[in-house]
């Protein structure tokens, strides 16, 4: 598993104009070739009048998939131009379909490549790129009298980030932790409450922040 890297942040659409011609970015996850597909023909079945619906993704951990489909436009000038921006944008397990309008004035071979570019650029920037980043969840278990300043503590730090209290016999606080830093995590917490918190490691799970 990568301990770090940048994906779209959720499914969404953006629309621009350029030369009357209307140009509808639609980008998603996807962690498989089937559902890449699927979302591509999910879109196609929606915009079953449009001029064009052009496509590309990338997926797999180092890119081992990735295509481009310019849906009849002319060659190298829609889905390479949109799987560049997707490179370019430092993407892993991202779809994009870019349906096109005619708006009857031709742009030219180096007209699409940019218009093409542009719209997948602008979704992207328009829906949000997220980095997901892999911790280690650790369990802390601690007697209610620590709460208020285990809580504090942790909502101020730097590095450690709260996930979750869970209110049972005793208060079991989840932790997002670096792997690097789990037995700083361990050292500081067992300071804070004089040896006195039960510490155990959890999954480890993708933390996602915006970029």
Known sequence: MLLQYYTVKNAGEHEIVIEKSK????????TTEEAAQAFIQEIKKKHWDATHNCSAYLIGEHNQIQKANDDGEPSGTAGVPMLEVLKKR???????????YFGGIKLGAGGLIRAYGKAVSEGLNAIGVVERRLMRVIHTKIDYTWLGKIENELRSHPSFILKEIHYLDMVEVETYVAEEMKESFVDWMTELTNGQAEIFEGETEYLETDV
């Not at 509808?24 to 996850?29: K, L, P």
């Open 23 to 30: 140009f509808v970015a639609q980008i998603t996850r996807a």
């Open 90 to 100: 430092d993407l892993k397990d991202t779809v994009v379909v870019v349906t096109r």
